[in-house]
């Protein structure tokens, strides 16, 4: 069965950092390019990382760069997102899913498969 499985949120003081796991089941990291929406309360899902499995190519979104890192772990057969300098707006559930990663960031069809999502509640 092919799932993601995310982990890694929790709750984090302004400034601080998490790091979210996604790890596939079913098929590996050398095989799929991977990308990390997130969702607020109220707000439309946002693409804000991908990494393409081709040639390692990245995207942030301008709401995170700088400040996440995306990487791939391929003994792991794990995708982190390093998320330092944490920020109340960074506040939401984040999930993981197969994706296309182009300029424009992630993209997603019918036939992607998406992770369960974790909370990320950045919060004094």
């Known amino acids: 069965q092919v799932q993601l499985v995310e982990s890694g949120g929790g709750l984090v003081q302004p400034g601080g950092s998490l790091r979210l796991s996604c790890t596939p089941s079913?098929?590996?990291?050398?095989?799929?390019?991977i990308g990390w929406f997130r969702q607020a309360p109220g707000k439309e899902r946002e693409g804000i990382s991908c990494?393409?499995?081709?040639?390692?190519?990245?995207y942030y979104s301008d709401s995170v760069r700088g400040r996440f890192r995306i990487s791939r772990e391929k003994a792991e057969n794990t995708v982190y997102l390093q998320m330092d300098s944490l920020k109340p707006e960074d506040t939401g559930v984040y999930y993981c899913?197969?994706?296309?990663?182009?300029?424009?960031?992630?993209?997603?069809?019918?036939?992607?498969?998406w992770g369960q999502g974790t909370q990320v509640t950045v919060s004094s």
């Open positions: 079913g098929f590996t990291i050398d095989r799929v390019t």
């Open positions: 899913a197969t994706v296309y990663c182009s300029e424009n960031g992630p993209a997603v069809s019918e036939s992607d498969y």
């Open positions: 990494i393409s499995y081709r040639n390692s190519r990245q």
